[in-house]
């Protein structure tokens, strides 16, 4: 049950594109479609961003986007706003019904 | 979407139990998948353990495995975990989240477990 491995940081201005990886093996990105991405504003509850690789759920901003080729997974966030200046968590299924979590990814908006 | 409250958290010695609950309520719970994720402070995110909707199906992180047990009431949409034999490390904010298509939300705010003697 190894972390799954992100960037400890990642930034961008305004309007820009910024896109956070997330690495793991082919017992877990790499074996299943059920990799999916959090918002973590500190202080407050993590918010579901993506889900099975590419989904948004309702809600979210059309301007946030998962991708996945092989062990590793993105996250891509189009047209930076301030307001998306937080952590990020990855997360996939790990087989025998448990998950396993990025180490996070902390995103400034410059 | 729903709701989910955590409490239970607490001061508690190294060896010592304590209970924590979540208390559920806009979603079918008793249909639901339901995980506990952890965070220490200042660091990341750590999933600790999952159970199906009637029970039957319990799993757990190697970190916590023998000494943690998650459970659920249905009647009275409630989810547990029961912390034994706690360790310093243990020390988190402790979450529980409902899961769909391997996707975690809601979350509660959570419930803090301070480990110290």
């Known amino acids: 049950q190894s972390a799954l491995t992100q960037p400890p940081s990642a930034s961008g201005s305004p309007g820009q594109s910024v896109t956070i990886s997330c690495t793991g093996t082919s017992s877990d990105v790499g074996a299943y479609n059920f990799v999916s991405w959090y918002q973590h504003h500190p202080g407050k509850a993590p918010r579901l961003m993506i889900y099975?690789?590419?989904k948004g759920p309702s809600g979210v901003p059309d301007r946030f986007s998962g991708s996945k080729s092989g062990n590793t997974a993105s996250l891509t966030v189009s047209g930076l706003q301030a307001e998306d200046e937080a952590d990020y968590y990855c997360s996939s299924y790990a087989g025998s019904n448990t998950f396993v979590f990025g180490g996070g990814t902390k995103l400034t908006v410059l | 979407e729903g709701q989910l409250v955590e409490s239970g958290g607490g001061l508690v010695q190294p060896g010592g139990s304590l209970r924590l609950s979540c208390a559920v309520s806009?979603?079918?719970?008793?249909?639901?998948?339901m995980n506990w994720v952890r965070q220490a402070p200042g660091k990341g995110l750590v999933w600790v353990s999952r159970i199906g909707p009637d029970g039957t199906v319990r799993s757990y992180a190697d970190s916590v495995k023998g000494r943690f047990t998650i459970s659920r009431d249905n009647a009275k949409n409630t989810l547990y975990l029961q912390l034994n034999s706690v360790r310093a490390e243990d020390t988190a904010l402790f979450h529980c989240?409902?899961?769909?298509?391997?996707?975690?939300?809601?979350w509660g705010q959570g419930t803090l477990v301070t480990v110290s003697s």
């Open positions: 806009g979603f079918t719970f008793s249909n639901s998948w």
């Open positions: 989240v409902r899961e769909l298509s391997g996707g975690f939300g809601p």
């Open positions: 099975e690789v590419t």
